[in-house]
């Protein structure tokens, strides 16, 4: 098989903003890669096709991953998710803390 002549291209933060952006971005990039494949490889079977998906699937993701807006988003879920826990782990052990001195509210 002859090397293709396609090299990938990354994502740019306002194709990771929102699920139809990261499809469109997605389907781009493989039509472009299935295109410049055509030449030596041709009709590419259902298969390829799918591998091809597959991995600019995963190299999408991996941007969304690594983007800073990812990061923030994260850190309010687990804001939420362990203040949860925290609420729950409280309402458990308060009136013990409370008799070793923890008061209820700060001054």
């Known amino acids: 098989m002859v ?5 990938p291209q990354p994502y740019s933060y306002e ?3 929102s699920l139809d952006r990261l499809k469109r971005a997605v389907m781009s990039r493989v ?4 295109e410049s494949m055509m030449g030596e490889e041709f009709p590419l079977s259902p298969e390829r096709i799918a591998g091809l998906l ?6 999408a ?3 969304v991953r690594s983007s800073p807006a990812a990061r923030e988003a994260f850190r309010g879920y ?3 998710a362990i203040s949860d826990q ?3 782990l409280i309402k458990t052990d308060k009136d013990e803390l409370k008799a070793m001195g923890v008061a209820e509210k700060s001054l």
Do not use: H, I, P
């Open 54 to 59: 597959n991995d600019e699937w995963q190299r």
């Open 78 to 80: 687990l804001e939420g």
């Open 61 to 63: 993701k991996e941007a």
């Open 31 to 34: 039509l472009d890669r299935v």
């Open 15 to 17: 194709e990771l903003l």
């Open 86 to 88: 925290l609420d729950g």
């Open 3 to 7: 090397a293709e002549k396609w090299s």
